[in-house]
């Protein structure tokens, strides 16, 4: 993804608003059992035989845990990156090599797919009888310690390997699971800090509400602007008769609904009452699940008209700051938020956000990777 002086610009300012924010808030982010946890990890480094450091592969970079810079004797180290399935597959081999050159040993894993969180643990095991056949004592305990900065992934994939270990453990079900949550800071044993790269704000690792969403945005829309991501979308160009067909298609399946709804409610059918609830919510959900689609076609096609129609220099900050004013004009009507109703730029920042951590907008990997390990062509 290419990278511009204008991209490092909008990021410093994020990044300086996120510091400041940080300094405001310390007691709301930054709470007592981070401290705690994160001088209990450092305590506690020295002693590990392996450890597994969560990164999160859209930003492999900058979703590093600094902490780790403070040991660089530990001897092995896996840099595991996590939501494999949101990341830029094109990039994923170049990051390998990335990682071996830097003397970790890389592995990708998606901590919500049981087959891909069953090859980690394999690959764990694996490591660690390589540590015991290496230190000549097959009985040996080797304890393992699974590090990463807030929102990686951790507790879901903690929670994964603990409900397939746990299957043939003697103990099971005796061990206890870390809370799941999407805010940064929920899991107690293992946290961090970290609010020096702005990547890692679009990817939730810095709690939502020190840095405005329209900022956030604004950010994105800055590296998507910059990358050839946006090619890819011309067949969603927002053209006078693409949005013809979108609105007559949306119609004609709320009618097909509807139609289908009176078929349903019809005395002379003999469908049962269960039944005709469970086609009542299956009809719901198919509506809801097209127009969601439609609205991402239409966020889609509108970044594509926006930067396609764009003749300003985007090296140029002002430039950019234009382009990205009509984007979130292009978006509010996209997304269909009111224009006459506060906040706009936030509601449609929030959107827009959620479509990528969810994977929904596409899959992007956020740091640039070194130009010597693009795969060659």
Known sequence: MATSSVASKIAMKIGVAVQKAARRNKGWWYDPHMAAATSAIAQRLPLVDLVAEIRDARVPLS?????????????????????????????????????????????????????????????????????????????ETITVMLVGIPNVGKSALA??????????????????????????????????????????????????????????????LTILNLSNQYKKWVKYSTSQSRLNHKEDTSVNSKLDTRQKRQYLTDHTQSWSRTETLLMYEENDMMLDLLMQDLMVHDVRGAIFDTISSFHGNLELEDDMMELIEAQMVALTAAFRVPEEGENVESKVGVKLLDLYRTGRLGHYTLDPLPVTFYDPL
Request: glycine share 6%; net charge positive.
């Open 159 to 220: 929670n994964s390997l603990h409900q397939i270990g746990r299957v043939s453990a003697a103990e099971k079900g005796k061990l206890k699971h870390a809370t799941v949550s999407p805010q940064p800071g929920e899991t107690k044993d293992i946290s961090s800090l970290k609010v020096y790269m702005p990547p890692c704000s679009l990817t939730g690792a810095i709690r939502d509400g020190l840095v405005e969403q329209r900022e956030l945005a604004q950010y994105f």
């Open 63 to 139: 979703s590093e845990y600094e902490l780790l810079k403070n040991f660089p004797s530990l001897s092995r180290r896996i840099v595991v990156m996590n939501k494999m399935d949101l990341a830029d597959q094109t990039l994923v081999k170049g990051w390998m090599r990335y990682f071996e050159q830097q003397s970790c040993i890389p592995y990708g894993v998606n901590s919500h797919n049981k087959d891909s969180v069953k090859g980690l643990l394999n690959f764990i095991q694996a490591q660690v009888r390589g540590l015991c056949k290496a230190n000549h004592h097959s009985s």
